[in-house]
C-alpha cells in the first residue's frame, strides 16, 4: 500500500529512466572505505587491494525489453547475460561470475525454462564466466528476469565516465542503430502476421540486423584490443541505450563538452 502524508504524486514519466535514478539514489551515502565507485556508472567498483571487484545489475521484463512472440528463449537467455557482461567490459575489466534471479508465471512449462537456461549457458560458455548462484520466484505479470555480473578491473586500468577529457578523441567499438532496425523489422512482421496469420515472415536479407537484435555480443574483444597495444582509455561508456543519450552521461559525469 503506498502510504505517503504528501499529497502530490509526481508521474515516473516526468522524470524519465535515468532521472528517476537520480532522484531515488539522490541521498544514498558509502559507509564501507572499500566502496570505489557506487552508482552513477556501468558498474559499481569494489576495491579488494590489488584491484576493483566490478558490480552490475539489469533487469528485464517481458512486454518492456521483449516480446515473446518472436524472441526465442534461448537468444533472450543469452542475451540478459550478455547486456550484463557489457556494463563489466565497459569499466574496461573481465567479467568472470553472474547470478541470474527468474520471476515466472505459471503458463511456462520446465522446457521453457530449460531453454533460458541453455541460452544463458551457452553466453558463460562463449564469455568464461561461471554461474554462482540465482533466484527463482512466481509472478503474476508474465517473464522477468534479473541478472547480476561481477568482474575483475586492474587498479589504474578501470575507465569511468568521469574520466574524458579535452582533446580526447570519441571512438565507438561497432556500428550503431543495427539492434534498432531489427527491432523495427521484427515488429514490422508481427503486425502483418497479426492482420494475417496465414502470411510468411520475410526477414531474408535482414540477418546481421536481426542478430544485433536478439542475439548481440558485448565487446570482449575491445577490452583484449586496448591491453594488447597498450592502450588505457580515459571513459569508457556502454551505448545499448543510445549513442546521443550515452554522450550525455559522458558529458555530465566528466563535466566535458562533445564534438561528434
Do not use: W
Amino acid at each position: 500500500m503506498f502510504d505517503s502524508k504528501n499529497p502530490q504524486r509526481t508521474p515516473i514519466s516526468d522524470l524519465g529512466e535515468f532521472g528517476l535514478i537520480d532522484h531515488l539514489v539522490k541521498n544514498a551515502k558509502t559507509k564501507l572505505s572499500n566502496t570505489a565507485l557506487a552508482v552513477g556508472d556501468d558498474a559499481a567498483l569494489i576495491d579488494q587491494g590489488d584491484h576493483y571487484t566490478a558490480i552490475s545489475t539489469d533487469l528485464l521484463v517481458e512486454g518492456v525489453h521483449f516480446d515473446l512472440s518472436y524472441v526465442p528463449l534461448k537468444h533472450l537467455g543469452y542475451k540478459s547475460v550478455v547486456v550484463n557482461l557489457s556494463d563489466i567490459y565497459a569499466m574496461n575489466g573481465v567479467a568472470e561470475h553472474i547470478t541470474v534471479g527468474i520471476a515466472v508465471s505459471n503458463r511456462f512449462p520446465v522446457e521453457a525454462l530449460e531453454e533460458i537456461y541453455e541460452g544463458i549457458h551457452l553466453a558463460c560458455e562463449r564469455y568464461n564466466v561461471d554461474l554462482v548462484g540465482g533466484d527463482t520466484a512466481a509472478s503474476q505479470s508474465g517473464l522477468m528476469i534479473s541478472i547480476t555480473a561481477t568482474g575483475r578491473v586492474e587498479k589504474g586500468a578501470e575507465a569511468k565516465r568521469s574520466g574524458a577529457g579535452d582533446n580526447d578523441l570519441i571512438v565507438v567499438s561497432g556500428d550503431v542503430g543495427g539492434a534498432y532496425m531489427g527491432l523495427q523489422i521484427l515488429e514490422r512482421e508481427k503486425q502483418v502476421f497479426l492482420e494475417n496469420p496465414d502470411m510468411q515472415p520475410e526477414l531474408g536479407g535482414h540477418e546481421y540486423i536481426l542478430e544485433r537484435q536478439l542475439k548481440p555480443e558485448a565487446r570482449k574483444d575491445i577490452v583484449e584490443l586496448l591491453k594488447g597495444l597498450d592502450v588505457q582509455p580515459t571513459s569508457m561508456i556502454d551505448i545499448s541505450d543510445g549513442l546521443s543519450s550515452e554522450i550525455l552521461h559522458l558529458s555530465k559525469a566528466s563535466g566535458t563538452q562533445f564534438n561528434i
